[in-house]
C-alpha cells in the first residue's frame, strides 16, 4: 500500500527536499505552497500523513493544524519550523497542544527526516 | 547698633578697596547714634553740668599756684588732640567726607595751638614765656584756641553728612597735606599776632587777672560762638555717634570757657582749674569713641574674617564633595551609555537574526537536503561527490552560523535546574577532549563546589567555549589549557552570597589591552574571516550575566590568557525555598 504524504511549505526548496527524499522510500507526495491550498489538498488526497511549516502567509501552520485535526483527529502531523520565533517554546507548546506527533526544526537530515516519518506511520 | 554682617564680610573681603565697589561704610562718623549712645551722652553732660554748677560759687576761690599743672595738662592736651586728628585725618581717607577734613583739621589746630599756648606761658619754660611777646601774648593766645576751635566745629556741621560721592581717591594725600598746611600756617600767623603783633592787641591781661576778657565782651564772645556750635551740631539731622560726642565736647567746652574766662577770671583760681578739667575731658571724649570704634572695629574685621575663613573652608568642601559626585555621575553614565549601545547592538542582533534565520534555514533545507540526496546516486570516488561533500560541508558551517545567531538573540528565560557544576565540567571536558588536539594538554582540578542555580545546556556552553576559544589561542603549538574550579571566598559586602569560580588558563597567544576590552563584543573576532563567527565569547558573556555572574579577563601578549567565570553559588536556604516555591508555582 502507498503511503501519501501531504507537504506544507511556502518555501519550494523545502517542498522539493522533502518531495525527493519521501519519493526515493516509495512515498506518494502531494505539495501545496500555503496553508489554504494545503487545507484543500488535505480534504482532495486524504493524506496518511501530514508534514506543515509553521510560519506560512495566507494561512498560519497552526491554524492548518487546527482545521486538519478537527476533521481528522487521528491523522499524524509533523511541524517543521525555520528555528525562529516560530522554535519558540509558547508556539511549539500550542503546536503540541493541537496534537502534533514531532517537531522537526529546519535545516534537517534528509535520513533523518525520513526516519521520522516512517515512525509516525508505523505507530 | 550692630551693621548687617554682609556688609562686614564685604569690607574684609575687599580690603582697602571697598569704598570703591560701593559697599557701605561702617563708621562712627556714619553710624547713626542709638539710644544707648544718646543716653550715655545726656549721662555725660547731666554729670558736667552738676560739676559745673557745684563749682559755681568757689570759681573765685584762689588754689595753690602749681606751675607744673600747665605743661602736663598742655600735653596731655595736646598728644590727645594730635591722635583725635590722625584717627580723624584716617577716618576722612575712608569715607571721603570734607566735612571730616575740616574737623580734622580743628583738632590738629587744636593740638599745635595748645603748645603754642604752653610755651608761651609765663613761669613755665621761662620767667615770661619762651615766644618773646608780652604779657597778653599767652591770653590771646588762649582767645585764638577757643574761638579757632568752634568755628572748626561750625563748618564741620555747616557741610553736612555729605561725602564719599565724589571720587577725590587721588585728592586724598593732597586734600589732607593741603589741610595740614593750612592749620599750621594759620597757628604761626595767631602766634605770629600775638607776639610780633602784642602791641597792636587790645589789653585783657592784668597780672594773674584776666578779668577785661570778660569786661570786654572777648570770653563771651567765644562763649557764643562755642555755643552756637553746640546748635549747628544739634541741628544736624540724623545724628551720628561722631556727632553726638562732639556735642559733649562742646558742652564740655562751654563749661570750660565758663569757668576759666567768664566767671573766674584770674590765673590758678578754683575756676581756673575746673575749666581745664572740663577741657581735657572736652578733648577725650571724641577721642575714646574714635579709639573704640577702631577697636571694635577690628574685632568684627577678624570676626568677619574668621567666618569668611570658616564659610570659605565648608564652600571648599562642598565643591570638593560635588565634584566628587560629578565624578561619580560621569563615570555612572558613561557606563549606562556602554551598556545601552551593548544592549542597542543586542536588539539590532536579534531583529537582525530573527529577520534572516527564517530564510536561511529554509535556503539551506534543499541545499543540505537535496545535496545529502543527490551525492548517494553518485559513485563515491567521482569528483561530483567529492563536489558536493565540499558543498555539504560549506552547508553545515551556514547552519551553525545561523544557529549560533539564533542561540545568542533568544531572549527566552532559560530553564533554572539546581546543577552540581562540578560534575557539568568534568562531563563537559570529556565530551570536549575529543576535539582538542592532541598537542594540548587539558589540566583539570576540580573541587567539590555548592551546587550552582542554572541552565544545564547554557552551563555546557560556557566551558565548551571557554576551552575551545583556549584551543585556538594555544593553535598548533604545544601548550596547556588549565581548568580550575573552586569556591570563592565571598566578600563582606556581598551578604554572604557565596561564588563559584571556574578559571581556564591556557599558555597561548594571549591578547593586547585592545582586543581585550572588546572581547566580548558580538561579531568581534581575531581569526580569520571564515573561520570564526565572533559570537562564541559573546554568547558565553550574555549567558553569565543571565546567570547573575560575571567574567574577568587577564590577557597580555604571548603571556596566555586567564578567564575567570563567577556565578553565584546556590547554597543559601531561604534563596533555595524561594526558587523551589516558584518553580512548584511554574
Redesign the interface.
Known amino acids: 500500500m502507498i503511503r501519501r504524504v501531504l507537504v506544507i511549505d511556502d518555501d519550494a526548496g523545502v517542498r522539493e527536499t522533502i518531495k525527493q527524499t519521501l519519493d526515493e522510500r516509495g512515498y506518494e507526495v502531494v505539495t501545496a505552497v500555503n496553508g489554504a491550498r494545503g487545507l484543500a489538498a488535505f480534504r482532495d488526497a486524504r493524506p496518511d500523513l501530514a508534514v506543515t511549516d509553521i510560519v506560512m502567509p495566507v494561512m498560519e501552520g497552526l491554524q492548518t493544524i487546527r482545521e486538519m485535526r478537527r476533521e481528522r483527529p487521528d491523522l499524524p502531523i509533523i511541524a517543521i519550523s525555520a528555528g525562529d520565533r516560530a522554535a519558540r517554546r509558547d508556539f511549539l507548546e500550542i503546536a503540541r497542544q493541537l496534537g502534533v506527533r514531532e517537531i522537526v526544526v529546519k535545516p534537517f537530515d534528509p535520513d533523518e527526516f525520513a526516519a521520522l516519518v516512517e515512525n509516525c506511520l508505523a505507530r | 547698633m550692630a551693621p548687617p554682617l554682609s556688609s562686614i564680610a564685604d569690607e574684609a573681603a575687599m580690603g582697602g578697596e571697598a569704598g570703591e565697589i560701593g559697599s557701605r561704610q561702617v563708621s562712627l562718623a556714619t553710624l547713626r547714634a542709638g539710644r544707648r549712645e544718646r543716653h550715655m551722652a545726656w549721662a555725660v553732660v547731666i554729670a558736667s553740668a552738676l560739676g559745673f554748677v557745684a563749682a559755681i560759687p568757689f570759681v573765685r576761690l584762689p588754689l595753690a599756684k602749681i606751675p607744673a599743672f600747665i605743661p602736663s595738662y598742655e600735653s596731655a592736651l595736646a598728644i590727645n588732640d594730635l591722635i583725635t586728628a590722625v584717627l580723624l585725618f584716617g577716618v576722612f581717607a575712608r569715607l571721603r567726607s570734607w566735612a571730616l577734613l575740616v574737623l580734622a583739621s580743628g583738632y590738629l589746630f587744636d593740638a599745635l595751638i595748645v603748645v603754642v599756648h604752653a610755651l608761651s606761658f609765663p613761669g613755665v619754660f621761662a620767667e615770661m614765656g619762651l615766644l618773646g611777646g608780652g604779657p597778653q601774648t599767652t591770653a590771646w593766645l588762649y582767645i585764638f584756641w577757643h574761638a579757632t576751635f568752634p568755628l572748626f566745629v561750625l563748618a564741620y556741621a555747616m557741610l553736612g553728612h555729605g561725602g564719599g560721592q565724589q571720587s577725590v581717591d587721588r585728592l586724598v594725600p593732597m586734600a589732607v597735606t593741603a589741610a595740614i598746611g593750612s592749620v599750621v600756617a594759620l597757628v604761626v600767623a595767631q602766634t605770629f599776632m600775638a607776639t610780633v603783633g602784642h602791641d597792636l592787641l587790645p589789653e585783657v591781661m592784668r597780672g594773674a587777672d584776666y578779668s577785661m576778657v570778660v569786661t570786654k565782651g572777648v570770653s563771651p564772645t567765644i562763649w557764643l560762638l562755642s555755643l552756637a556750635a553746640l546748635l549747628a551740631l544739634w541741628r544736624r539731622r540724623n545724628a551720628s555717634v561722631l556727632d553726638l560726642w562732639l556735642m559733649v565736647v562742646m558742652c564740655a567746652w562751654l563749661f570750660d570757657i565758663a569757668l576759666s574766662a567768664v566767671i573766674g577770671s584770674s590765673r590758678y583760681d578754683l575756676g581756673w582749674y575746673a575749666g581745664r578739667s572740663y577741657g581735657l575731658l572736652a578733648a577725650s571724649f571724641v577721642l575714646v569713641a574714635l579709639l573704640l570704634e577702631t577697636n571694635g572695629l577690628h574685632g568684627r574685621l577678624a570676626e568677619a574674617r574668621s567666618r569668611l575663613e570658616i564659610r570659605v573652608r565648608e564652600r571648599t568642601v562642598d565643591l570638593e564633595r560635588s565634584a566628587e559626585a560629578l565624578r561619580r555621575e560621569i563615570a555612572e553614565r558613561r557606563l549606562t551609555e556602554a551598556q545601552l549601545l551593548q544592549a542597542q547592538k543586542m536588539d539590532a542582533l536579534d531583529t537582525l537574526?530573527?529577520g534572516i534565520?527564517?530564510?536561511l534555514?529554509?535556503?539551506?533545507?534543499?541545499?543540505?537536503?537535496?545535496t545529502?540526496?543527490t551525492m548517494k546516486r553518485l559513485p563515491p570516488d567521482s569528483r561530483e561527490h567529492t563536489n558536493l561533500g565540499t558543498i555539504l560541508q560549506a552547508?553545515e558551517r551556514a547552519?551553525d552560523l545561523?544557529?549560533q545567531i539564533?542561540a545568542f538573540s533568544r531572549k527566552?528565560a532559560p530553564t533554572r535546574l539546581r546543577v552540581d557544576f562540578a560534575t557539568l565540567v568534568r562531563d563537559s571536558l570529556k565530551m570536549i577532549r575529543a576535539s582538542i588536539p592532541a598537542t594540548i594538554d587539558i589540566a583539570e582540578a576540580i573541587e567539590t563546589v555548592p551546587p550552582v542555580f542554572g541552565d544545564p545546556g547554557q552551563l555546557d556552553q560556557i566551558v565548551i567555549n571557554f576551552v575551545v576559544n583556549a584551543s585556538q589561542a594555544i593553535g598548533d603549538r604545544m601548550g596547556t589549557i588549565s581548568v580550575s574550579l573552586t569556591a570563592a571566598v565571598p566578600a563582606a559586602e556581598e551578604h554572604g552570597q557565596a561564588w563559584v569560580c571556574l578559571s581556564v588558563r591556557d599558555t597561548g597567544c594571549g591578547m593586547d589591552e585592545a582586543t581585550r576590552q572588546r572581547i566580548f563584543e558580538p561579531f568581534f573576532t581575531t581569526k580569520p574571516v571564515g573561520e570564526g563567527t565572533g559570537l562564541g565569547l559573546s554568547v558565553v558573556h550574555g549567558i553569565v550575566v543571565q546567570h547573575g555572574g560575571r567574567v574577568t579577563v587577564e590577557s597580555s601578549v604571548g603571556a596566555g590568557t586567564r578567564f575567570d567565570v563567577y556565578l553565584p553559588a546556590f547554597a543559601d536556604n531561604e534563596q533555595r525555598q524561594g526558587i523551589e516555591a516558584a518553580e512548584a508555582a511554574q
Not at chain 2, 534555514?361 to 537535496?370: A, K, M, S
Open positions: 537574526a530573527g534565520a527564517h530564510d534555514n529554509n535556503t539551506l533545507v534543499p541545499i543540505l537536503g537535496l545529502k540526496l552547508g547552519r545561523v544557529r539564533l527566552e
